[in-house]
């Protein structure tokens, strides 16, 4: 079918209300942060749910500016998943195009069988995946150096990243300790990583990881204890 | 060991591992939780689980030590966060993606229709103003010319024209909806909306198409006079979980206050019976950004002001809202509830 034939209905009735939407996005969230009233809580993710799923419907029907919508409540977090994944931020905005992209093209076949969360979080997970495979083929062409220990790490970690406080010496030695840290992290299997990053950077629980990763919740959680005792032997040293 | 009884109770850990009665002591009990105190400091544990690591290290030693250096660990770990994109990446990254937006296009109707005939209904679903379109189209032979369709006779007359006409896309033929009028004498009403050419369809509010064209115009009209009138006349219909649905979404979704509060007025009646309208009521309450949308809101849930999700609500609006009419009244509704606990 014609692009032009999808963009119609777009171009003629395609309107995606958005009454004062930050200002309501902003209470949402602001209520969640301060009240901790789990009824309010409850009701803010159930809101959060229906609002998707209008706009999942809306965008299925080809209308673009819902599906921009639905992009702008999740792009932060996969975007921050995506950078921390895979280290540069050229390689985070690649796998963020292709990752909303690809979304796009398919949300047609969004069965409203999981969240749209963990629908797109599974097409990110994937991307990245592939891209830690990538990587850790062609590792060997890294700019790697090894530390007092023995250890590698990646010399681009070295690099000040213009974020620097008032204290040098703490930031100096945080950055030392994320340089550790993320050499940790690249000894672990693509799978491992991915799982202990859901879990420990994004605060996902297990069950979720589960779902995104195609597994089972007790894999995911022996897939984490294998992670974790992985980067306790290689930062053993550090404690 | 075996890994899947990293999360098995202690009980059954043991009969797996071939223990017997006097080795489900210290050694096995040991194991057990130090396999399981990374699940123990994520938060992963089970209610019982915890509770019997929690036991077991108030009284062993090592592993009391184990979770302190576990713990010591994550705390190390939490040290290095995960930084949040800059918002000038964020920036970029979306104006990559409008542009490649831009270019991309969705999965087609046909390639949908070949390998997933649920999902092309659900797309029909969508087009019953369509689909009276159509039928019109087919009858006037092409001819970009006014037509007038006068009451369910019309209908008969033309109910066999839908198959010579599937092939035209989905609500493309539709081009808005330019009046709605009602004739307070026949209580017929008029709908005048652009096709290839304007069109116009009179019936009574029970005529299927006017509804139909009714529910398209509440959810896609620009002219914001159109919606409410189009609002208001579904509101007479609100038994009909449909329109209920288009009016939710209207009182949602809608930027004129006027729409909304017409929205909320038809909903009314159901709060107490419809949770779907109540949630929606009280979504409208916490966030809508007219002060007369959530005061009528909040007038309008006053009958199910004892349902717990209300309560809740309530209780968040009486410790802390912009306005303090809604706070005073959200605080006066709840002293006059019967004390839970």
Redesign the interface.
């Known amino acids: 079918?014609p692009?032009s034939?999808?963009a119609?209905?777009l171009a003629?009735?395609g309107?995606?209300?958005?009454?004062?939407k930050g200002?309501?996005a902003e209470?949402?969230s602001g209520?969640h942060s301060?009240?901790q009233?789990?009824?309010?809580g409850?009701?803010a993710a159930?809101?959060r749910r229906?609002?998707d799923t209008?706009l999942i419907?809306e965008a299925?029907?080809?209308n673009?500016a819902a599906?921009?919508e639905l992009?702008?409540n999740y792009?932060?977090a996969v975007?921050?998943?995506a950078?921390?994944l895979t280290g540069t931020?050229h390689d985070?905005?690649d796998v963020?195009?292709d990752a909303?992209?690809k979304a796009?093209?398919?949300?047609?076949?969004f069965r409203f069988e999981c969240s749209f969360y963990t629908w797109i979080y599974r097409i990110v997970t994937n991307l990245c995946l592939d891209h830690l495979r990538k990587r850790n083929v062609r590792k060997e062409d890294a700019p790697v150096a090894k530390d007092a220990s023995g250890g590698e790490y990646d010399l681009l970690d070295q690099v000040a990243?213009g974020?620097a406080g008032a204290n040098p010496e703490r930031d100096l030695m945080?950055r030392q300790?994320?340089a550790r840290?993320s050499g940790a992290l690249e000894k672990l299997t693509p799978r491992e990583r991915m799982v202990f990053?859901l879990?420990?950077?994004?605060g996902l629980?297990?069950r979720t990881v589960g779902e995104i990763l195609h597994t089972t919740e007790?894999t995911a959680?022996?897939t984490?204890?294998r992670a974790?005792q992985k980067?306790?032997g290689a930062?053993s040293d550090?404690? | 060991m075996n890994?899947?009884s990293?999360?098995l109770s202690p009980e059954r850990f043991a009969r797996d591992s071939g223990l017997g009665a006097h080795d489900q002591g210290a050694t096995m009990k040991c194991e057990w939780v130090r396999?399981n105190i990374?699940?123990q400091v994520?938060g992963?544990l089970a209610d019982d689980a915890r509770h019997e690591l929690e036991q077991h290290v108030s009284r062993c030693a090592d592993c009391a030590a184990e979770l302190k250096?576990?713990q010591?660990?994550h705390a190390?770990?939490s040290?290095?966060?995960?930084?949040?994109?800059t918002p000038n990446?964020?920036a970029?990254?979306?104006m990559?993606?409008?542009e490649?937006?831009e270019t991309?296009?969705?999965?087609?109707?046909?390639?949908?229709l070949a390998f997933?005939p649920a999902?092309w209904l659900?797309?029909i679903r969508?087009a019953p103003a369509l689909a009276s379109a159509i039928l019109i189209l087919g009858f006037a032979g092409g001819v970009g010319a006014t037509y007038k369709f006068y009451g369910p006779h019309t209908e008969t007359a033309t109910s066999g024209g839908t198959t010579g006409t599937a092939q035209v896309?989905?609500?493309?033929s539709?081009?808005?909806i330019s009046s709605i009028t009602q004739d307070p004498n026949t209580n017929q009403i008029s709908i005048k909306y652009n096709a290839v050419s304007t069109q116009e369809y009179q019936g009574p509010l029970n005529d299927q198409k006017v509804q139909q064209l009714l529910l398209?115009a509440a959810?896609?009209?620009?002219n914001s006079g159109v919606r409410v009138d189009s609002v208001g006349l579904l509101a007479q219909r609100s038994s009909d979980q449909q329109v209920r649905e288009a009016l939710m979404?209207a009182l949602?979704?809608?930027?004129n206050p006027g729409v909304?509060l017409k929205s909320l007025d038809a909903l009314g009646n159901y709060v107490k019976d419809d949770t779907n309208v109540r949630?929606a009521v009280?979504?409208a309450l916490?966030?809508d950004?007219n002060s007369g949308v959530r005061i009528e809101a909040l007038r309008l849930i006053e009958p199910v002001k004892a349902d717990?999700?209300v309560?809740?609500?309530l209780?968040?609006l009486s410790?802390?809202d912009s306005s303090q009419y809604i706070k005073s009244q959200a605080r006066t509704m709840l002293a006059q509830l019967p004390e839970i606990d």
């Open positions: 079918m692009a034939v999808w119609m209905p003629v009735g309107r995606v209300p958005s009454k004062a200002e309501r209470r949402v209520s301060e009240n009233d789990p009824a309010r409850r009701m159930q809101e229906i609002d209008m419907r299925q029907r080809g673009r599906f921009e992009v702008r792009d932060q975007l921050r998943l950078l921390h931020e985070a905005q963020y195009q909303f992209l796009y093209k398919n949300i047609g076949n990243d974020r945080r300790l994320g840290i990053e879990k420990h950077y994004h629980k297990l007790e959680k022996n984490l204890f974790t980067l306790r930062l550090m404690r | 890994p899947e990293r999360v396999e990374v699940l994520y992963e250096a576990e010591d660990f190390l770990l040290q290095d966060r995960a930084a949040d994109p990446l964020l970029a990254s979306r990559r993606l409008q490649g937006l991309a296009v969705q999965g087609s109707v046909w390639s949908r997933d999902n659900r797309q969508f896309p989905t609500e493309a539709i081009n808005g398209y959810r896609n009209n620009y979404y949602a979704n809608d930027t909304r949630d009280l979504r916490v966030n950004g717990g999700s309560r809740g609500v209780m968040a410790a802390k």
